[in-house]
């Protein structure tokens, strides 16, 4: 395989990765504000599970939209360096979910909800869940693309 096509396949497989990662981030919000709210489980009725096949992602489009650019750094650092463990994505997920809430303090409003340790909470929780999500996708392969150091062979 050629190293360009490498490269487009690798890129294919990160976008994917990072798809999968804005999914799980935005359903592991979802669980929680429902456990907040109040429902269990099995009192969810077939109206509610309709509604999150439209709102689960539509909140990953806002998840995907805030973290784009930390996940960028993340995604280069780990693949230049060919990371492979569960670990360090799930680290990095939670680096990026810090970064946000970063931004989110700096710009809020002193009344704003998200400064309560508990928001602050769950924000970070689905970082390291998406962080974990795009190790399942993409992050097993990481640095993939590169060509192996050919071996030398001894005297």
Request: hydrophobic residues 60%; aromatic residues 14%.
């Amino acid at each position: 395989m050629s190293g360009v096509l490498a490269c487009l396949l690798r890129l294919v497989v990160i976008l994917a990765g990072y798809v999968a990662a804005s999914l799980s981030a935005s359903a592991f919000l979802h669980a929680i504000v429902f456990a907040w709210a109040g429902f269990e489980p099995g009192d969810a009725p077939a109206l509610v599970a309709g509604s999150l096949i439209f709102s689960v992602p539509f909140v990953a489009l806002f998840v995907a939209y805030f973290g784009f650019i930390p996940s960028v750094a993340v995604v280069l650092v780990s693949e230049f360096l060919a990371r492979r463990d569960w670990l360090t994505y799930a680290l990095g997920g939670g680096a990026v979910a810090a970064v946000f809430l970063a931004f989110l303090y700096q710009a809020s409003d002193p009344g704003l909800e998200a400064a309560s340790p508990r928001v602050m909470a769950t924000i970070l929780g689905s970082g390291i869940v998406g962080g974990i999500f795009y190790w399942l996708v993409a992050g097993r392969t990481a640095g993939s693309w590169r060509a192996p150091a050919a071996i030398s062979p001894g005297p």
